[in-house]
């Protein structure tokens, strides 16, 4: 398998809040490597560095320590070539709101000075009746929709998805999977960070967990849940402390 | 002039922009208002003089003076007891009042010399009583003239060499106009950034391979248009219904227009980059509006200012902008008579383009 992203030692500090001369690393030493055609999870708390870490690859946010490469460029060094050929959806991005779906999109296509068959993108996310529809009248489900056909006008080789189920109800959230896994499946590398396990476990090949700006755990799922998982219990409880306490002390009445 | 992205970006803004018809037409509310009460109530005639009048002599000689006042269509004469008008005077009712003696001439006599007229004033209104002192002086001046049968020697016939009206509100719409350009204008590229910055919205073009210099241009092109519309209608009103008098080329005028929007629109950008968040851009607007507005001759031209101000409101962008409209609609300038004006929007101009582009931030998101 040919690797598509290389990430060595990826270093991000910020000022800490209480304390502006000193620094914190939100990322302190990642590396990972992301094969061609996968779908990578990094899975973490709130905090543990996951977005910062998508920013840093999608030259987004400076590098502080360490370097990155998305199909062979340096993220570094030609971020502008790095976007040529990603895809991102934001954790939380609004659009122009004077603008309805459609022209939204050819905006967008613009930017990669591309011509988008707009309303073919549209419909394969399922959003062809809301061409004409401003994305503040969207759902939820139908937002994060249309955030990843944004994403996808420049037929990226990486799509990078920042939480996207966050916030959808069961339905959207299933229908949201199916369409990470089509993209997939038409040969789309995905790189996805999510807190929802079930989502990690259905979708994704290959697992990353974060904690404190590290990777503390990288495998598939199933690995994962050999290697990590507790035992299960030899046989479930039954009672409860009062039974101990009566057990203990006896039933007899006491004045 | 403008790459195929930077065009496609322009119309996309103008498409936003002008979807937005609202902000369009109430920002156009306070100039219209403002030159409307300028335009009516100012109507380049002074308003006349209250004047109470006692004549305690009933000559013919003091009767004649009487009418030669109330004729004088610079006063309004008030005829009275010397009582009532001293409290009409108090109260502010009359400007001054002028008490003519009883020797006022006595009847059948031959005018005397060193008749004196007492003219009482409150000291709250000193000042106009410089303005109203020449004039009675003249009146009796005049009048003398009249009874001594002396011809006048010399006279004075005012002539306008630009034979032109010039009214308070001639002079200050090329003012008002670029004030209102420079409001527009700033408001419309510095707040909208920082509107795009809050919303995500820039963070989210910054994932594309887009450049800063598309962007800022497409943004300031397609301003531009609004703003331009915006100021037509404004001219139009002034122009056909206010009856405002543009001495100069109005073509060469409408590109002093044009030329001094782009300024702004680049000064407005840089108030955006510097500005975090919306409040952040409402401070730092104000602080570069608002000097402008009283420093750069909108209302009275700068050579009314202190001598150690005038050399720095001299060098305000706002200055040159009003002293380039103004050289064109109230003196008639061409272009080549404005250069030095055009010079300092020049200057004014790269400095804010550079700017513009060098500091915009795309990455911070201010929440």
């Known amino acids: 398998m040919a690797t598509i992203i290389k990430a060595i030692d990826l270093v991000k500090r910020y000022p800490l809040p209480e304390d502006k001369s000193r620094t914190f690393a939100a990322v302190d030493g990642v590396s990972f490597e992301i094969f061609e055609r996968e779908i990578y999870g990094i899975l973490g708390p709130n905090g543990a560095g996951k977005t910062t870490t998508l920013e840093m690859l999608e030259g987004l946010n400076d590098i502080d320590g360490g370097s990155a490469f998305v199909d062979g460029i340096d993220v570094a060094k030609d971020p502008f070539s790095v976007k040529q050929i990603i895809g991102v959806q934001l954790q939380a991005s609004e659009y122009f709101d004077k603008l309805n779906l459609i022209e939204l999109l050819d905006l967008f296509g613009a930017l990669y000075r591309r011509d988008i068959d707009a309303m073919a993108l549209l419909a394969s996310v399922d959003l062809a009746e809301k061409a004409k529809a401003r994305p503040d009248n969207l759902s939820g489900g139908q937002k994060q929709r249309f955030s990843i056909a944004c994403a996808l006008v420049n037929k990226p080789k990486v799509l990078f998805l920042d939480e996207p189920t966050t916030g959808l109800d069961p339905q959207a959230k299933r229908n949201l999977w199916d369409l990470v896994r089509e993209l997939n499946g038409v040969g789309m590398t995905i790189v996805l960070t999510t807190h929802n396990m079930e989502e990690a476990e259905f979708l994704c090949g290959r697992i990353a967990i974060m904690d404190h700006g590290k990777i503390v755990a990288e495998d598939t799922p199933q690995s994962l849940i050999l290697k990590h998982a507790p035992d299960p219990p030899e046989a479930p409880l039954h009672g409860n402390i009062e039974d101990v306490f009566l057990a203990l002390t006896g039933h007899a009445l006491r004045d | ?367």
């Open chain 2, 1 to 367: 002039m403008l790459s195929k992205l930077q065009r496609h970006l322009s119309k996309v803004f103008l498409k936003i922009f002008l979807r937005d018809r609202q902000s369009i037409f109430f920002s156009l509310f306070f100039p219209i208002i403002f030159m409307s009460v300028f335009g009516f109530l100012n109507n380049g005639d002074s308003e006349p003089v209250s004047l109470g009048l006692v004549n305690n002599s009933d000559s013919g000689v003091a009767a004649d003076f009487v009418n030669l006042l109330m004729e004088d269509p610079l006063f309004t004469v008030t005829a009275g007891a010397e009582a009532d008008l001293r409290q009409q005077l108090i109260a502010g009712d009359q400007m001054a009042v002028l008490v003519l003696p009883a020797d006022f001439n006595e009847p059948g006599a031959a005018p005397r010399a060193g008749t004196q007229l007492r003219l009482l004033t409150d000291a709250a209104q000193f000042r106009q009583l410089g303005l109203i002192q020449p004039v009675l002086e003249q009146k009796l001046i005049a009048i003398e003239r009249q009874f001594r049968g002396v011809e006048t020697m010399f006279s004075l016939a005012i002539e306008d060499v630009q034979a032109r009206s010039q009214r308070y509100l001639d002079f200050l719409l090329p003012g008002l106009l670029a004030f209102t350009l420079m409001q527009l204008s700033i408001a419309g590229s510095g707040f909208n950034v920082v509107e795009f910055r809050r919303k995500g919205i820039l963070k989210r073009l910054f994932v594309t391979p887009i450049q800063p210099r598309d962007f800022v241009t497409a943004i300031v092109v397609a301003r531009l248009g609004i703003v331009l519309l915006q100021l037509s209608l404004l001219l139009a009103y002034a122009l056909f219904v206010l009856n405002v008098n543009i001495v100069g080329n109005f073509v060469e005028f409408y590109l002093v227009v044009i030329f001094a929007s782009l300024v702004f629109l680049n000064l407005g950008f840089c108030v955006g980059s510097i500005a975090k968040t919306q409040q952040a851009v409402m401070a730092i607007g104000n602080i570069v509006i608002f000097p402008q507005i009283f420093l750069s001759g909108v209302f009275y031209p700068i050579e009314a200012m202190p001598a150690l101000v005038q050399p720095i409101a001299q060098l305000l962008p706002l200055s040159f902008v009003v002293s380039g409209l103004r050289d064109i609609a109230v003196d008639g300038a061409a272009l080549a008579g404005i250069v030095p004006s055009l010079l300092g929007m020049a200057i004014w101009f790269v400095l804010g383009f550079v700017l513009a582009t060098r500091m915009f931030v795309w990455k911070d998101v201010a929440i």
